[in-house]
Nanobody, 128 residues
């Protein structure tokens, strides 16, 4: 069935790195926007990065130059490589998908959790 499963979270010291993976099943990445969003208790879920089926990417300002989103179409997996981690990166990280999300290119739609219609269970990232 259609699902997203994240892995790769954990605890790391400031300045360290983690790579999150999101394995997709039941659908392909064609015409789909895949995003990574994060949430801290008491705050709204925020878009961190997104990738479109053509390979275009988006990043929030706070992670530009430190995080890289990528996808492997053969493995149906999307990754978030996180380098130079900071304590403020501590959050639950979610993988999300929106079929037809390719039309978001050039807009801020990728940032907003309400725009996605498929979610993973989340993986915790803690930076100390």
């Amino acid at each position: 069935h259609v699902q997203l499963v994240e892995s790769g979270g954990g605890s790391v010291q400031a300045g360290g790195s983690l790579r999150l993976s999101c394995d997709a099943s039941g659908f392909t990445f064609s015409r789909t926007c895949l995003g990574w969003l994060r949430q801290v208790p008491g705050q709204e879920r925020e878009g961190v990065a997104a990738i479109y089926s053509g390979g275009g990417t988006e990043y929030c300002d706070s992670v530009k130059g430190r995080f890289t989103i990528s996808q492997d179409n053969a493995k149906n997996t999307v990754y978030l490589q996180m380098n130079s981690l900071k304590p403020e990166d501590t959050a639950m990280y979610y993988c999300a998908a929106k079929y037809g999300g390719d039309w978001w290119i050039g807009s801020d739609s990728w940032r907003y959790s309400d725009n996605y219609n498929l979610w993973g269970q989340g993986t915790q990232v803690t930076v100390s």
